[in-house]
């Protein structure tokens, strides 16, 4: 059993639950989770945990993959991720899309342990210890890694959107409650259409939100 993030740490022992998991898309075409971990394939490869200091987790990866080119540590010391996810939040009526960290403080690092490749890691500046029992660094179960690359958004689909240009929809709520119209526009980003409407005997285009419509 390796070492899971429960309730703000990480502890050995423990797996990432699915309550834990949220569904936000990190990238346009997210990667396969299987792909991604299979990538390299040798035995002693696993991904291991380290603390780092608040804040400092952007500067960890970089001062590490600089020490890792630097010291031809490229065998044993392959990739190393800032779990982050999207936060989406609505401004003066704007969404605003903003990368999260899922647990500041940690590092992931997938690696070959070694005397050296431990060395490397562990004098890196901004790193104060790999996650382990005492003082054993213990890797992560690949269940757990599943865990936390879904929390990221690898290997989620988007919702499709079930309106199209052109569809003949009613409006169920708002001001221009059940007035049908044709959908001129949709904007997935936004989760909005532009609905054509007729009105005092002249074509009028309206904004709604998605759940302000129904197919008629």
């Known amino acids: 059993m390796g070492a899971a993030f429960v309730s703000g740490s990480f502890r050995p022992g423990i797996m990432l639950k699915d309550k834990d998991l949220d569904k936000n898309i990190t990238e346009e075409n997210p990667m396969d989770i299987d792909e991604f971990l299979s990538v390299g ?24 993959e600089k020490r890792v ?25 704007k969404k605003k899309i903003t990368k999260k960290k899922v647990f500041p403080g940690y590092v992931l690092v997938e690696m070959i342990m070694s005397d050296d490749s431990w060395y490397v890691v562990r004098n890196t500046t901004g790193v104060t210890g790999f996650v382990g029992s005492g003082s054993k660094p213990l890797p992560l179960d690949r ?33 221009f409650q059940n007035f049908d119209g044709r959908i001129e526009e949709v904007n997935v980003e936004r989760g909005k ?4 409407i007729s009105m005092f005997g002249r074509e009028t285009p309206i904004e709604l939100d998605f759940e302000q419509i129904e197919k008629v």
């Open 69 to 93: 080119a630097s010291m031809e540590m490229e065998d044993k010391i392959f990739r190393i991720l800032v779990p982050t996810e999207e936060e989406i939040d609505f401004k003066d009526g």
């Open 193 to 196: 259409v532009r609905v054509v």
């Open 143 to 175: 269940e757990e890694v599943r865990a936390i690359l879904k929390q990221m958004g690898f290997d989620e689909v988007k919702p499709r959107v079930a309106f199209s240009e052109g569809d003949i929809v009613r409006v169920i709520s708002g001001p």
């Open 41 to 64: 394939g040798e035995q002693d490869r696993h991904w291991y945990v380290i603390h780092t200091y608040s804040g400092y987790e952007n500067k960890v990866k970089a001062n590490l």
